[in-house]
């Protein structure tokens, strides 16, 4: 038998038996994710009765007294200043630790503990470690404002005008450390001759800065961009745990009104129609990525 019959029956027996593998997991996969959103998009286009979910057709029913409620302004008002408010706090500093990171300065190593302990303390640990923050009576961040002036100590996760600008600091605290990292990571990728090259012509930090790094760095920032808006979107358990949307709906997203919607006003179709135009919505980033990264692609294969 030649050779090269043999190393191919090899081959195809090494495909068969790594398909035999990755086939259960694969179809686990698409079960739990093709499954739902097809079931989303049909709820979305009915009248869902409890408890056996008959459903009747409505059309475009739900989507127009989603749309129509007079909450709806307010909570999608929410949702854009939840996710470009935390999106632009987030990088700014975690491209502040990523710098201070890439200095090579004494206590790095502290520095890099100290802040990367917000990204593995759980979501709800993180939650109600910030409400004790912000507690009226005995919060240390009102204890300390009490100090200086026992009059301007407030409610901050129950007054309107601050409840959400408050969940906005836990989440930022939160998520930045991730960002840290994959900038860090970034700029370690940059060969130190380009900057050293640079240096020896006499330029200056933030000439290298914005002429070598900042465009060495740019596809993994717009890669940031995208996870960054659609965690925003999606984010919950933080602002449940902390707040539920309250006071009234000054802290209600989008996330948090179809939870509400579903299980709280028990209308699945309404609660479907939301989450798909949300769905819409997060899937409108990675359509305007796309040809910037097709772009970038170019420029670097030319």
Known sequence: MPQESIAGG??????????????????IVIVMTVYPLIQMIVFSFSKVKLPFFELDYVGLENFIKAVTASSFPTIVKNTVVWTFVSLALRFLLGFTAALLMDTGFKGKTVFRIITLVPWVVPSIVAANLWRWIYNMDNGILNYIIRSINPDMAINWLGTQQTALLSVVLAYVWMGFPFIMLMIVAAMQGIPKSLTEAAAVDGANGPQIFFHITLPSIKRIIGILLVLEIINGFNTFDLLFTMTGGGPGISSETLGLFIYRTAFTNFNFGRASAIGLMLLIAVMLCFVFYAPFQRRGEKKRAA
């Open 10 to 27: 090899k081959k195809k027996k090494r495909i068969n038996m790594g398909t035999i593998f990755v086939l259960p997991c694969a179809l």
